[in-house]
């Protein structure tokens, strides 16, 4: 596909932070950008739950969506009707809402295939991208991930080629925004150097015992990058077990979840949070107008840091 050549799209991109703190391109772009969202709601391994559930997230004020086109984990199709019902009651309008998918190389995929696994890498792309836009019920996607590099060193010919068709589908207007996840710094840095169009954002997995991936916030930070933490919670189980976080929720009467999404969007983090109960919803959003101290952040961040 011609969308997908190399020489497609060769725009030069680079973002800058507005004095609100969000992300916007230059003017000559803008029309290909938004805003960054405050929260995400992840929708991964929900399954027959999927639609119920993305549309109770929108129902109780997320309006931010991540998902992505890889059966094995997601239920992409499901995440569209979701948000098709919540468009359709009147809960939010698409215009209102921030809808994030992402492509999955051959190995992190299952049988359920979304692309021909004899087409090129370039063709493969497209043709999750465009099952994407047909599952989400869109014509266009605010952020395109490419979901981790095909090995854990370096970027390989198969990433560039992902990534230089995801610079095509940017430059014709379909594709907002563009990340990656699950990626290194060094990865990253490669990427930064060699990249058309600059990636928003970076997603991954967030560990406080490296400072909550304190070395890779910086350099997004440095870089006019978006850094979305996934697993807050989930991969960080032991913290909730210490006294600094036990007692800093009893002072605030709050719960050390929200403290820790509290504590995320402070570092300028957009966290993610994949709950499956309403109230929990509710109570992790409460967290985009909850502050903490210098210091309080401070602790949080230092609280497993090895």
């Not at 984990?73 to 468009?87: C, P, R, S």
């Not at 979901?147 to 010919?157: A, D, E, I, Q, W």
């Not at 719960?255 to 995320?264: D, E, I, R, S, T």
């Not at 952040?297 to 609280?303: V, Y």
Request: hydrophobic share 40%.
């Amino acid at each position: 596909s011609g969308a997908c050549d190399p020489q497609y799209g060769t725009l030069e991109y680079w973002m800058k932070i507005s004095s609100a703190g969000y992300f916007v391109a230059p003017m000559a772009e803008q029309e290909n950008t938004r805003a960054a969202p405050h929260f995400i709601y992840g929708t991964a391994w929900k399954e027959n739950r999927t639609q119920a559930l993305t549309e109770l997230a929108l129902r109780q004020g997320f309006r931010a969506i991540d998902t992505a086109n890889q059966r094995k984990h997601y239920h992409e199709a499901a995440v569209g009707q979701g948000v098709a019902d919540a468009i359709n009651v009147g809960i939010v309008i698409r215009e209102d809402l921030f809808l994030q998918s992402k492509y999955t190389f051959r190995r992190g995929q299952d049988e359920r295939l979304p692309y021909d696994p004899d087409a090129s890498i370039g063709e493969q792309v497209l043709q999750s991208f465009e099952s994407s836009l047909e599952h989400l019920q869109t014509d266009y996607l605010d952020s395109y991930i490419l979901h981790g590099p095909t090995t854990r060193l370096g970027m390989k010919s198969d990433d560039w080629k992902a990534w230089r068709c995801m610079e095509a589908i940017h430059s014709d207007g379909r594709i907002r925004q563009l990340g990656i996840s699950n990626v290194s710094l060094d990865q990253l840095k490669i990427l930064c150097d060699g990249a058309k169009v600059a990636p928003a954002f970076v997603q991954n997995r967030c560990f406080a015992k490296t400072g909550w991936d304190v070395h890779m916030r910086a350099f997004c930070r440095d870089n006019g990058i978006r850094y979305q933490g996934f697993s807050l919670l989930t991969a960080n189980r032991d913290i909730f077990r210490l006294p600094a976080l036990i007692d800093m929720a009893k002072r605030h009467q709050h719960p050390p979840a929200g403290l820790v999404f509290a504590f995320a969007m402070a570092c300028g983090m957009i966290p993610l949070t994949g709950t499956s109960n309403g109230d929990h919803m509710l109570s992790d959003l409460a967290a985009v107008d909850f502050s903490l101290s210098e210091n309080e952040i401070k602790i949080i961040e230092r609280l497993l840091w090895v």
